[in-house]
């Protein structure tokens, strides 16, 4: 069995296990991987799934699980190659709809290679490249049937990518499973295990294939010929890397605290070009990098010392925010990711110099 080890120094919500020595560094050994007896791993689009844990897949199957794939999106929002492999330039809502089955195909067909039936793989359909969106626009119809599928399958391993993934469709899918899973009981909530496919590995634990398990990957990402036509040298570059994946801790029942200072220093002249996108249930809110813009119950103001957020009230955990451009480009990954509200300090005043300063030792 591939063995998974945590390294020392990782993310502050990883757990540390069993302590021991792999070549003469600090480790803690992850044993509950091969104890697992219902596994999700979450694909926000094909090939996501073999990329990042073809390895564990077959890890957990291997050790006898129940396994369920599921496909947020069908990554149909990937003109490029369509255009390269279909000699079209124009791409209409018909010939998006026939590349979404072919995706959706290709990573049942990657299932198949490493040993799965087809019936493990579920597929929602979401809008590729738009969950953020569809989650700021009306989180419950979103994160009902997750819940749903989290009642019926009641996975004890759930298998997702990290907060600080680049990829919105990645980082958005990581809250939308935070959000879902923040009404259940913690003793029912699964061992959260995240990935980073788009972006510097997170300190925590390496997954080490055996050759015959790369083999099997590998060729399991083979079936995924539409990213492989323009794609293919990068891709296969990333099978040559070890499996990384970074446990999280349920967050504590604490209420959000009523002012946060955020991480970030944006450019004044950012202004009406970009935006806040703040992430809650059930609210959700996009303010303009103004200083003392409110809407609603919440209130931003820029500082010297960065931005600031006033909740007329505390809010349940889990909060997320977020800066977004508002100016479309080319270039589709975050310049800033998601941050929870554990990773802002919180201020005891609006204005409070005292709170200010100390928020900036801690």
Request: aromatic share 6%; net charge neutral.
């Amino acid at each position: 069995m591939a063995g998974l080890t945590l390294r020392h120094g990782c993310h502050q919500r990883c757990r540390r296990l069993e302590v021991e020595k792999v070549s003469g560094h600090e480790t803690f050994r992850y044993e509950r991987i091969g104890s697992a007896k219902s596994v999700l791993v979450v694909a926000p689009h094909p090939d996501d799934e073999i990329l990042a844990a073809g390895g564990l897949l077959q890890t957990v199957r291997e050790a006898g699980a129940s396994v369920n794939v599921l496909l947020l999106t069908d990554g149909d929002n990937n003109p490029w190659p369509q255009r390269w492999l279909e000699k079209r330039l124009r791409i209409n809502t018909h010939d998006r709809r026939r590349w979404a089955q072919r995706r959706r195909s290709e990573s049942a067909l990657a299932l198949t290679r490493l040993g799965f039936s087809e019936s493990v793989q579920t597929a929602l359909g979401w809008p590729d490249l738009g969950i953020t969106d569809r989650l700021l626009d009306d989180p419950q119809a979103i994160l009902q049937p997750i819940r749903s599928l989290l009642s019926t399958w009641q996975p004890d391993l759930l298998v997702l990518p990290t907060l600080d993934d680049h990829h919105p469709d990645h980082s958005a899918a990581r809250i939308v499973f935070e959000l879902a899973m923040a009404t259940m009981p913690v003793a029912n909530r699964p061992t959260l295990l995240g990935y980073c496919v788009h972006g510097p590995h997170s300190s925590g634990g390496e997954l080490r294939l055996p050759a015959e398990q790369a083999a099997n990957k590998a060729y399991a990402l083979e079936a995924h010929t539409s990213q492989l036509a323009l794609s293919g040298g990068r891709l296969r570059r990333l099978l040559g890397r070890t499996e990384h994946f970074v446990e999280a801790l349920p967050p504590p029942p604490a209420p959000v605290a009523a002012r946060l200072l955020l991480p970030w220093r944006p450019w004044p002249w950012l202004g009406h070009s970009c935006e806040l996108l703040v992430l809650s249930d059930p609210r959700t809110w996009r303010l303009p990098l103004i200083d003392q813009v409110q809407e609603g119950s919440l209130r931003l103001s820029i500082t010297a010392e960065g931005l600031i957020l006033h909740f007329d009230k505390r809010l349940p955990s889990p909060l997320f925010v977020k800066i977004r451009s508002r100016i479309s480009t080319p270039w589709i990954y975050d310049s800033w990711n998601w941050i929870s509200a554990d990773d802002a300090a919180s201020l005891t005043a609006a204005a409070d110099s005292s709170s200010l300063a100390q928020a900036g030792t801690e």
